[in-house]
């Protein structure tokens, strides 16, 4: 079976969404804990959540890398540091 990197991309992708979710998820969870329930608060915690999404599309546009699964590696490190 011949290796296709775009099967692992993919894969990557999915795992990526699938981890942002449940980070945004946890941080409602920890804000609902400290600011109450509320839609407020849902509406903040989502609110920060897309901004940092925006900034790093930005951060990420700002020039073109090289190697750009290098760059990948180490945005995708970043967030699980």
Same mark, same amino acid.
């Given at each position: +079976?011949?290796?296709?990197?775009?099967? #692992?991309?993919?894969? !990557? !992708? $999915? #795992? &990526?969404?699938?981890?942002? @979710?449940?980070?945004? !998820?946890?941080?409602?969870? @920890? +804000?609902?804990?400290? !600011?109450? *329930?509320?839609?407020?608060?849902? *509406?903040?915690?989502?609110? *920060?959540?897309?901004?940092? #999404?925006? #900034?790093?599309?930005?951060?990420? &546009?700002?020039?073109?890398?090289?190697?750009?699964?290098?760059?990948?590696? $180490? *945005?995708?490190?970043? $967030?699980?540091?």
């Amino acid at each position: +079976m011949k290796f296709n990197p775009w099967i #692992l991309a993919a894969v !990557l !992708l $999915v #795992l &990526s969404g699938a981890a942002a @979710l449940g980070h945004q !998820l946890i941080w409602i969870r @920890l +804000m609902v804990d400290t !600011l109450g *329930a509320g839609t407020g608060t849902f *509406a903040r915690v989502t609110g *920060a959540f897309f901004i940092g #999404l925006s #900034l790093g599309a930005w951060c990420g &546009s700002i020039t073109r890398p090289k190697h750009p699964w290098a760059a990948v590696a $180490v *945005a995708e490190t970043g $967030v699980a540091g």
